[in-house]
């Protein structure tokens, strides 16, 4: 009995030192939720950049609760860890990120931005540049011609909307030809934009296009557009599944496509870069793309 | 008011408190746009309230009987979700409706029962009602919305008849029955009867219970009724739809000038209330009212509204 425990800490212990001098440089990524596509998405670009860069990765799934995710990031730091990749619950991984750092380890927050400035580095999208995009985008496709837009935004109050709307109110001004007719909100709801969209398209029928700030209001003003009969074109953002079938099917404009699978291996290249004494961009914010019935094929499995 | 003659409008008007501030807020909108009083217009409105006018119709009968159904909102995407997979399964939009209805009414039994038989309070078991009616839609469907942009079903959501659109067709069939059923029926005076003084009701033979129970399944299958008229609108079924749906509903009821309290109630009433929900959110939209504003907005009127409704009714009394 004492001699198989002795034989048990034996291995242990030599499991222990052959990971410390031999084995690949451990990094460890916690991910709010992998129920949810767009961050299994991310982790499985962890995973497949960490074998491209010989890492060895442990990927934490906090499944969405915060208590989980500081559980699972200080077991993590008792592992000799050398980088933490961290996609935060909410603001509560602000402090988890700080006590990494406060150890030596460097810190990427990826796509949740945790106290811009203290982590070593952001790989993510930004709302108020995903709204300054979309304007952007949109001028680009008219070639100066005058077009009056409606706007369908997300749920008062929640970030992501209000930091669109920022995005897209700055940009307007560069674009005199954009002319907004009505702003609305669809509380990002397919159920409920949809008589929202229908009451604008029969205030404003001038109305040219419905830029909606994600893809389930643009399906919703795709229902009412359609129950009126109306030809307008619709833009929403996410890329969904059937919203990216609509745009296939030539119904939905263009929907606007993340990419969480290269924000998972950008914080792994980074990781790297770091770990070999390199600098890395403290903020770095990734490119989307802009999905029509021309380039879905690509984004379609 | 005071300068008012007591015409036969300002009489009309005192003894249906909700049809006055229906009438104010008609009056207002048309007067703050051009392109509110308009026939167009006027058929989205009513076909845009005959979602919550048919959920709000069951829910009159359950507050009446001094009950609430929190579950309103995840049910319909519970009967939407579930009639969808027996469309895309069986082809059938027929069979994927009436399973849908059904599961509306087995619903709302489970609602039903809990409250008329175990006695749990209906706040309670409808509230438990709504997780676990929402938990299945998203555990049947994985979670993901299922499309479909052909069958029969979308005549239901997208069809018209003579020019009326088939949604409307159903809330007016379903307000005109709902009515006959409280004001000319046993069953109607047994709901007015159990709300108003239960013990009362069991003393004088009516099967309290059983009453109780009725009204639970009949708002659950009308609820799943309306969860029809949304998937066929949408095209698609969703598992997360319909949130907040039972707060207005239960704000409709009230504006209808049916009491929480229970006893007291119209079918007409949840009707207008219906309208006057749906014009308040159908005028914000054409006159382009800020988001954040709205919601404040849209509280102050309902509230104003109630007083309104009560002044007018203690006028006439």
């Given at each position: ?31 709010s ?39 699972d ?5 008792t ?63 008219l070639?100066g ?128 870069d ?28 | ?36 009083l ?8 009513a ?135 409280l ?23 009516i ?26 609108r ?45 014009i ?21 009127i ?7 409704d ?8």
């Amino acid at each position: 009995m004492k001699g198989k425990k002795l034989l048990l800490i034996a291995a242990a212990l030599l499991l222990t030192t052959s990971t410390l001098f031999a084995a690949p440089p451990l990094i460890a990524f916690s991910v709010s939720t992998t129920s949810n596509p767009f961050y299994a998405t991310m982790a499985q670009g962890v995973k497949d950049e960490a074998k491209v860069l010989g890492f060895d990765v442990i990927v934490l799934d906090a499944q969405n609760k915060i208590e989980k995710q500081v559980a699972d990031v200080e077991d993590a730091l008792t592992k000799n860890i050398k980088v933490l990749l961290i996609n935060g619950v909410d603001d509560g991984a602000i402090p988890l990120a700080l006590k990494a750092l406060a150890k030596g380890i460097p810190v990427m927050a990826l796509q949740r931005n945790l106290n811009q400035g203290n982590m070593t580095a952001f790989i993510g999208t930004n709302n108020v540049v995903l709204g300054e995009q979309l304007i952007h985008w949109y001028a680009s496709t008219l070639g100066g011609r005058v077009s009056k837009v409606l706007i369908l935004t997300g749920t008062p109050g929640a970030a992501s909307s209000e930091d669109r709307i920022k995005g897209i109110n700055a940009t307007l001004p560069k674009y005199p030809n954009i002319q907004v007719l009505a702003s609305q909100t669809g509380y990002y709801d397919r159920a409920k934009s949809l008589p929202v969209a229908e009451n604008m398209l029969l205030r404003f029928p001038e109305a040219e296009a419905i830029l909606c700030l994600n893809d389930e209001m643009a399906m919703g003003a795709l229902a009412a557009a359609s129950s009126m009969n109306k030809k307008v074109k619709i833009t929403g953002m996410d890329a969904n599944p059937d919203a990216l079938k609509a745009v296939a099917e030539g119904k939905l404009y263009m929907t606007i496509a993340l990419p969480p699978y290269d924000i998972g291996r950008i914080g792994v290249q980074f990781a790297k870069d770091i770990l070999d004494g390199k600098q890395v961009q403290a903020m770095k914010i990734m490119d989307v793309s802009f999905v029509t019935e021309q380039n879905v094929g690509q984004f379609r499995k | 008011m005071k300068m008012l003659p007591r015409s036969g409008l300002s009489k009309f008007m005192s003894r249906y408190g909700s049809f006055g501030v229906l009438f104010v807020i008609t009056l207002a909108m048309s007067l703050a746009n051009k392109s509110f009083l308009t026939v167009p217009n006027l058929v989205n409105v009513a076909r845009q309230v005959s979602i919550n006018t048919i959920i709000s119709a069951g829910m009159t009968f359950i507050i009446i009987t001094s009950g609430i159904d929190l579950s309103v909102g995840s049910l319909v995407a519970l009967s939407s979700c579930v009639a969808m997979i027996i469309i895309e399964a069986t082809g059938s939009s027929l069979l994927g409706i009436v399973t849908g209805i059904l599961i509306g009414g087995a619903a709302g039994a489970f609602n039903g029962a809990f409250v008329a038989w175990a006695g749990i309070p209906p706040f309670i078991v409808t509230l438990a009602g709504l997780t676990i009616y929402r938990g299945i839609a998203l555990i049947i469907t994985g979670g993901t919305p299922i499309i479909r942009f052909e069958g029969g079903f979308r005549s239901l959501g997208q069809g018209a008849l003579l020019g009326i659109p088939v949604p409307v067709i159903i809330m007016i069939i379903v307000v005109i029955f709902m009515h006959f059923l409280l004001t000319r029926t046993a069953f109607g005076t047994h709901v007015y009867s159990v709300g108003g003084n239960e013990e009362a009701s069991r003393l004088s033979g009516i099967k309290v219970a059983k009453v109780k129970f009725q009204v639970y399944v009949m708002g659950g299958m009308l609820t799943a009724l309306a969860g029809m008229v949304l998937m066929g609108r949408l095209s698609s079924a969703q598992p997360n739809t319909g949130e907040g749906f039972e707060l207005d509903a239960i704000a409709t009821v009230i504006l209808g000038g049916t009491s929480l309290m229970g006893g007291r109630g119209t079918i007409w009433g949840t009707l207008v209330g219906a309208f006057i929900i749906g014009i308040l959110n159908n005028g914000f939209n054409l006159m382009a009212v800020d988001a954040h504003f709205q919601l404040v907005a849209k509280g102050v009127i309902i509230l104003l509204a109630v007083l309104l409704d009560r002044y007018l009714k203690r006028k006439q009394a």
